[in-house]
Structure formats: C-alpha cells, structure tokens
C-alpha cells in the first residue's frame, strides 16, 4: 500500500491533471471530476487488485464509473496509475483523441462506456455475478453520483444485488449535493438516502470523502462483508479543492478557460 | 435554437393556461428553465429520470393538460421507448416531446451523447409524428403548431446555433418547404443539414447544375407530393443527421419506391456510432457537409 502521503500527493496531482485536461479541451465535467478524486485514489492505489500493464488481466478487479462525465477524473487516475502515458491527457475530447469526452472501451483500464446516467450499477451486478458463478475472487466496485440516484434503475439494480447477495459489489455514491440544474434536494430529494438503502437491505456505510482513514476502512469493511453487498455513501463537495468552483452548480459541466488556469493551479492547488 | 423553443414556450405559458412543461435536470440547457422563469408552478422538473419525466408528462396530458417534456436526444427516446409507445402514442395523447442535442453535431460528449437513432425509432410508432426544424424561426413557428394540434409529437433540435434559413415562412405539418427551385437534381435534408444543402445547391449551380432544395422538417406525416416531384429530376440525394437506416433518407426512399422510382443517395452516419471531436469537424469527417452533397448530386448527374 502507498503511505498516506502519497495518496495526498496523487490526490492533488490528480485535481491538476484534471483541470488541466478540461481546460485543453474546452469542454468537461469537472465539478464532479473534483469531487471523487480521493475515493478513485483509494480504489486504484490502494484497494484494486489490477496490473496496468496487463489491463485485460482475468482476475483484476473491475471498476465502473457509472456518472461517466466524470472521465477526467478516471483518465487522470489511469495515467498515473500507468495505463497510457499522462501527455494523452491533453487530447481529451479532441477528434481522434483515446480519451472520449464519456469512458469507451477502447481506453486501457476501462472496463464501461458511462455517459448515460442509471445504468452503471446494473452492469456491475452482472459483472458480480459473473464472477461468482465462476468461483473467482475478484471484486466489483462502482462509483454513482447522487443526482444519479433519481434514475429508477439504480433501484432496480439494488433489489438484484441483495437477492443474489452480491457481497463482491461494493457502491460508492458520491454525495456532492449538486447535479447539473442545481441541488439534489431542490431539484429532486434524495433524502433520507441512507434509510433508502438500509430498506433495501444493503450494508451501508457513511463517511467524509476526503479522508483517507475513512475512505480505506470503508473499503476493507466492506470487502469483510458477507452475504450482501455494501454502499458506500461518501460526503464530497462538488468542484473540491478549487474554491470558486466548490458547492457552484454552474461549474458542472464548463471547463476552465486556458488563460487562467496556471493561476488557479498556483492559488487554489498550492502548486 | 434551444432559446428559440424556450421563447415559444413562455409565448404559449402566457396563452394557454393548460401548458405545462416537464424537465429532467437539463431545463437550463435545453432553456426550458425559461417557461419555468415565468410559471414555476408549471414546470415540473423530475431530476434525472427520464421514463419517470415521460410518464409523468402523460398522466398531466391523460388529465387534460398539453404537456411539452424535454431533455437530450441521447436520453429521450433513448432511455424511455416502452413509455413513449404503451403511455403516450398508444392512448394518442398531447405529449410534445421536444429534444435537444440530436445528431453528431453534439460534439465533444462523444458517441454516448450523440443520438443518431431516434427518427428511425419514433417514426416506427404510430400516432407520432416526426420533426426536425431547420433554425430557430422554424423552432418558434414548429413549437406553436405543434402545441395547438391534438396529439403525441416528437421535435428534434440539434445542440449548435444554427445559420438563418428562414426570414420568414409558411410552416404546415406534412408538408415540405421548397427553399430553392431546381430541375437537374433535388436535394431533401433535415435540421442543421438544411443550410448544408443550401451551400451545395449554390456550388452546383456555379457548376451549371440546377438544384431543388427541400426542407423535409415533417418527416411524419410525410409531403408524398413533392417528394414525387422531386422524383421527377435526376435523383434525389438526401441528407440528414442521423443513421442512415431508417431516418429521412429511409422516408424518403419509402415515397419514391413506391409511387415514382428514381435514384437516390442517401448522406447521413453511415451505421456507426459517433466520436468526440468538434461539431464541425465531425460532420466533415462522417461526409455530412455542402462538399459531399455536391459529390453525391453530381454522381447522379452522370
Ligand atoms: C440518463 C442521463 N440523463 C441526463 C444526463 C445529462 N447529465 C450529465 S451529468 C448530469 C448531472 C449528474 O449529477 P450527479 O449524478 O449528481 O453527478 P455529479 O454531481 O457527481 O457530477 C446530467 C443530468 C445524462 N448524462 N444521463
Ligand atoms: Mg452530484
């Protein structure tokens, strides 16, 4: 396992990496690129059992950004982690370009084509299923945004999962309270969301999605579950870690632009 | 575009106490947030759940109301084709649904974004009818019409601004508009590619060969007349944004086959799913500008 500190540092290098690749695009999603980037550190650096190098590898454990807008985030992640080399980051969205504006298969490290929103989890059953049917130890872990949620299918899949006690399957909700017209709880309530899945007889599991030492028992805790899978509902604010864009509906989905980026890096990231 | 349906939206808010408007988290985008600016007590914005937004718009309409309900293409019909058929087009209900972002010209968001296939799908439903407008004038007249004629629509716009084709202009349902008059070749298109085939007609013309250019924006019901009359010329290429099984180019080869046989090359997303790249860049590369009309109306001059 890296040290702590070094989960910080890929972590910051991780917000870098990001805003530089939406502001070369001109286009993206980072509000909720920023907002799950400790929670797919932990995943990658920590927790997943995967090979870089061997990206197709039988028994790695499978990923799945269901918000797939979220794609700077996991590209960042897959460039350090070395799945491709990080200057590919710049052709984010560009004609040609590997790095499709939502995740497509032709990437390394990918394992889902996200884009459209409510349909990441129920891939993931199936992928859990699998791999119980084979007799195989590798996990499944999913990452859903909050306004996600609203998509009846979520639901669908969670009954499937608690049915064929899918204790492989780890959820991860990234509860930014924010989806693209404004705030979950104006827009469409979520609340009480916790309740919602323990009804739904999940194990559920509550903490700050900024803290390691949280985000890593999570982590184990849930992979010592059994019989039934385990959600975990991490607190994360949307645009984290660049102020102006922290808890700001508006920088859903608008890149930064070029010129003021070195500043914003300089100011808001410490670098 | 989009802020033209918006605009039509609140003229009619303020007509016809009986419209209401359902969203699904893009009501910003897709400016019907505008209708929302004016009646918050009409527009419903059901976050992102599009199947639950549809249905939702039919029991409002089942209840007497005209229910507009919008978001992308990519997600309605995409994530709600059993709802569109057994909730609002079997029962033949005033269910206006009005989409954004149709087509590659989406861009950036890549192939998951971009909608290639609904024309194909809605007009295999019965009691829907199709349109595709051509720019903004289009959009405000098209959304009037189809809010004061009875029944289940469905309106695609595209994501870009498009250029003016329409200073003004007669707008019927099933029936075409001929913007421009020719006899060696015609030219039938939809939406964005509308000023495409303009383009192309020009271009031709300097090279001596005269072309009709037809809006096809009523793609269901169909104009089987001047499609039968533009049968009459060389051939006819059509041009759309869209997969070419099943869209305009489908429609229109339906027409001809049947009543006026002639050649036809259809321009459109030739069965493959799109990729990100600019608007611009994306139809050049999947040969849907003015340069490969030309290509295709000077193949059938041969
Ligand atoms: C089915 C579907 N509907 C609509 C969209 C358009 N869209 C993209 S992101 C987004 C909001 C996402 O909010 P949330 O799930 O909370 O993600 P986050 O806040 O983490 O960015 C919407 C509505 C989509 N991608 N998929
Ligand atoms: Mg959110």
Redesign the pocket.
């Known amino acids: 396992m890296e040290s702590l500190l070094r989960l910080n540092e890929i972590a910051k290098n991780t917000r870098r990496l990001i805003l530089e690749a939406v502001a070369e695009a001109g286009s993206g999603?980072p509000?909720?690129s920023l907002?799950a980037v400790e929670l797919l550190v932990a995943l990658y650096f920590y927790k997943m059992r995967h090979d870089p190098k061997n990206p197709r590898w039988n028994d790695r454990d499978r990923f799945i950004l269901s918000?797939g807008?979220?794609a700077p985030l996991l590209y960042s992640i897959l460039a350090q982690a070395g799945y491709f080399p990080i200057e590919e980051l710049k052709t984010l969205r560009k004609l040609g370009s590997m790095l499709q504006g939502h995740p497509d298969l032709r990437t390394p490290g990918i394992e889902y084509c996200g884009?459209?929103?409510?349909i990441g989890l129920s891939v993931a059953v199936g992928m859990a299923l699998a791999s119980k049917l084979d007799n195989k130890q590798w996990r499944v872990y999913a990452l859903l945004?909050?306004?996600?949620l609203q998509?009846g299918q979520v639901w669908e899949a969670a009954m499937a999962a608690v049915k064929y006690k899918l204790d492989n399957l780890t959820v991860i909700i990234?509860r930014?309270g924010?989806?693209?017209d404004g705030f979950?709880e104006n827009i469409m309530p979520l609340e009480p969301l916790n309740a919602k899945w323990k009804s739904f007889n999940w194990n559920v599991i509550e903490i700050d999605g900024y803290n390691f030492n949280h985000i890593i028992r999570a982590l184990d805790r849930a992979e010592e579950t059994i019989n039934r899978p385990t959600v975990i509902i991490a607190h994360t604010t949307?645009g984290k870690g660049v102020s102006f864009m922290e808890w700001a509906p508006e920088w859903?989905?608008k890149a930064p632009k070029k010129e003021v980026l070195p500043k914003i890096i300089k100011e808001e990231l410490g670098y | 575009m989009r802020t033209s349906y918006g605009e039509a939206l609140v003229e009619l808010g303020a007509i016809n106490n009986d419209i209401v408007v359902v969203g699904?988290?893009?009501t910003q985008s897709v400016k019907s947030a505008m209708f929302g600016s004016k009646y918050p007590n009409r527009l419903f914005n059901i976050g992102?759940a599009?199947s639950n937004a549809i249905s939702i718009a039919a029991g409002l309409a089942l209840a007497g109301k005209i229910a507009f309900v919008s978001?992308?293409a990519a997600?309605i019909p995409g994530?709600c084709v059993d709802q569109i058929r057994n909730a609002i087009a079997y029962p033949n209900i005033n269910v206006k649904i009005v989409v954004s972002h149709g087509g590659l010209s989406v861009g950036p968001d890549g192939a998951s974004h971009q909608q290639i296939e609904d024309i194909a799908i809605m007009r295999a439903i019965p009691n829907m009818r199709v349109i595709v407008p051509a720019d903004a004038t289009a959009v405000k007249r098209l959304t009037h019409i189809v809010a004061s004629t009875d029944g289940p629509f469905y309106m695609r716009l595209a994501r870009p601004s498009s250029p003016i084709v329409y200073e003004d202009g007669k707008f019927e349902i099933g029936k075409a508009n001929i913007l421009r008059d020719g006899n060696d070749i015609s030219i039938i298109a939809c939406g964005l590619m509308v000023p495409e085939a303009l383009e192309a007609a020009e271009i031709l013309k300097n090279e001596g060969i005269s072309a009709r250019v037809i809006d096809l924006f009523s793609i269901k019901p169909i104009d089987k007349d001047t499609i039968i009359d533009a049968a009459k010329t060389n051939g006819i290429v059509t041009v759309e944004e869209h997969n070419i099984y099943g869209g305009l180019g489908s429609a229109v080869a339906e027409v001809t086959s049947e009543y006026k046989p002639v050649r036809i090359k259809r321009i459109g997303v030739d069965d493959r799913f799109g990729e990100s790249g600019e608007a611009d860049e994306l139809l050049d590369k999947y040969g849907l500008k003015a340069k490969h009309i030309v290509n295709k109306a000077k193949d059938l001059m041969k």
Not at chain 1, 115 to 118: A, F, K, P, V, Y
Not at chain 1, 145 to 148: A, K
């Open positions: 999603h509000g909720g907002s918000k807008h979220a884009g459209s929103e409510g945004g909050d306004g996600e998509e990234d930014n924010i989806q693209q979950t949307k859903h989905g | 699904a988290d893009t992102i599009e978001t992308y997600f994530k």
